[in-house]
């Protein structure tokens, strides 16, 4: 199955590089790009892409802004954050607009072609160290008085699957140390996100580092 990517990034060199590198890999159709997200948009609702490989910095409309007009689409594109900025606020803020990944510029072409098919299969793709920095910046912190009436609604084992996906663990790894199925997880974390009013599985991450569900090594 191909996947269909628009590319929106301000600088004419670069989106013309990632133009003609994501056309060497052989499920990736490139169906659109933009400059910023005043021209994501509309061209969004037209071609319909699959993924949208979001640069963040751009003039007019920034790539935060845009991915909250596109996640407001009857059928959203995911969008996957590929920046050169790693400030702690500017990662969280992507992901918690909606963002199913956070990819830095410095990647291999292998690891972006693995983070496009990873979010348009629904998965989340944080850059090596990400959720790392996340998870420090909770270390120190214990469940937050905002998050106890959301997390109030989750049953005990619902509470353990969700502290394991704020670890980054797959679902497979999250079968095999809660001693469950694959399926049996896949519903609990469908069940979590319906509960939690969540996009996606990147946010409940974020959520359960918040709430202290989550320490750094």
Do not use: C, W
Not at 5 to 27: F, N
Not at 60 to 85: C, H, I, S, W
Not at 149 to 167: C, I
Request: aromatic share 2%; no cysteine; hydrophobic share 50%.
């Amino acid at each position: 199955m191909t996947i269909r990517v628009m590319v929106v990034d301000d600088q004419s060199l670069i989106r013309s590089g990632l133009v003609t590198l994501l056309a060497s890999a052989p499920d990736i159709e490139v169906v659109a790009e933009a400059a910023d997200g005043a021209e994501a948009v509309p061209l969004a609702r037209t071609y319909r892409p699959d993924v949208v490989l979001m640069d963040l910095v751009m003039p007019k409309v920034d790539g935060m802004e845009a991915t909250l007009q596109l996640l407001r689409l009857p059928e959203p594109p995911r969008v996957l954050v590929l920046t050169g900025y790693t400030a702690d606020d500017l990662v969280l803020d992507a992901l918690r607009a909606g963002a199913a990944g956070f990819l830095l510029k410095d990647l291999r072409p292998e690891e972006l072609f693995a983070g496009i098919r990873t979010v348009a299969a629904g998965g989340s793709a944080l850059a090596p160290g990400v959720m790392r920095v996340l998870l420090e910046r909770a270390d120190s912190r214990t469940e937050a008085p905002d998050h106890a009436e959301q997390l109030s609604t989750l049953s005990p084992g619902e509470r353990d699957v969700l502290a394991l996906v704020g670890e980054g663990r797959t679902n497979l790894q999250i079968a095999e140390a809660l001693h469950l199925s694959p399926a049996s997880v896949k519903t609990y974390v469908s069940r979590i996100l319906t509960q939690l009013d969540l996009s996606n599985r990147t946010q409940a991450a974020i959520l359960a580092y918040e709430a202290g569900l989550v320490r750094a090594a």
